[in-house]
């Protein structure tokens, strides 16, 4: 079993900045592939990044490619997302995810095995 708790959301201005974790418990974090979504109000769930389980390779949507960059820390059983240059169009709550195969972007829900609760990240124009 893994617990995913995200932190580090919050209120920022657009061309603002943002550093969001995904701490897990259990011992097995290092043999999961990580992922970020996020979902805006009225809005369907989106991909943001993946991570594979030693974190060499990434993936990112194309809406964030470039400005977000995904990583882990497989001693501290987190992964970050850094969100740089934030726009309105980012607020959303995001959510952390794992999964035993590195998806690059799967919406199916059978292939994530553990979700975080999600953390909130509003972007004032």
């Known amino acids: 079993q893994v617990q995913l708790v995200e932190s580090g959301g919050g209120l920022v201005q657009a061309g603002g900045s943002l550093r969001l974790s995904c701490a897990a418990s259990g011992r097995t974090f290092s043999s999961y592939a990580m992922n970020w979504f996020r979902q805006a109000p009225g809005k369907e769930r989106e991909f943001v990044a993946a991570v594979s389980w030693s974190g060499g390779s990434t993936f990112y949507a194309d809406s964030v490619k470039g400005r977000f960059t995904i990583s882990r820390d497989n001693a501290k059983n987190t992964v970050y997302l850094q969100m740089n240059s934030l726009t309105p169009e980012d607020t959303a709550v995001y959510y952390c995810?794992?999964?035993?195969?590195?998806?690059?972007?799967?919406?199916?829900?059978?292939?994530?095995?553990?979700w975080g609760q999600g953390t909130q990240v509003t972007v004032s124009s």
């Open positions: 995810a794992a999964s035993p195969v590195y998806y690059r972007g799967s919406y199916s829900n059978s292939h994530y095995d553990y």
